[in-house]
């Protein structure tokens, strides 16, 4: 059974990757310097650290509960642009967030739903 703790990390977790996708768009424009290139590399750091942090999580938590909330990354990823990098939020984007975490919710709702199997 996955604990609570484990899924405050993978949210944790998808917070932070999407920071590192943020630093990504910002050290694009920068391309094709690489290694000076700061938030590119600030970037690579904040997926590295998620993905400890995602690994961590998957020891003790069942990968089938914890894996669908990862997409809530793109919930995070799109409110992060919206607020830092000036992008749109328009209702359709708005709908497809909703979907997300209605799909997530209702994944981790059917993995604790035990379900037996009659075999003849």
Do not use: R
């Not at 400890?52 to 793109?74: D, Q, R």
């Not at 359709?92 to 209702?106: D, E, H, N, R």
């Amino acid at each position: 059974m996955t604990k609570l703790g484990d899924v405050c990390l993978v949210i944790f977790c998808t917070i932070v990757t999407s920071l590192g996708q943020l630093f990504w768009k910002i050290g694009a424009k920068s391309l094709p310097v690489i290694f000076t290139n700061w938030p590119l590399l600030i970037g690579f750091c904040f997926h590295i650290i998620a993905a400890f942090i995602l690994i961590h999580s998957f020891k003790t938590g069942e990968v089938s509960v914890l894996f669908p909330m990862y997409a809530t990354n793109y919930v995070w990823v799109s409110l992060l642009a919206y607020h830092f990098l000036g992008e749109s939020l328009n209702y359709l984007k708005i709908s497809g967030m909703v979907v997300v975490i209605f799909g997530v919710i209702a994944l981790s709702v059917g993995a604790h739903k035990h379900t037996q199997v009659v075999t003849p």
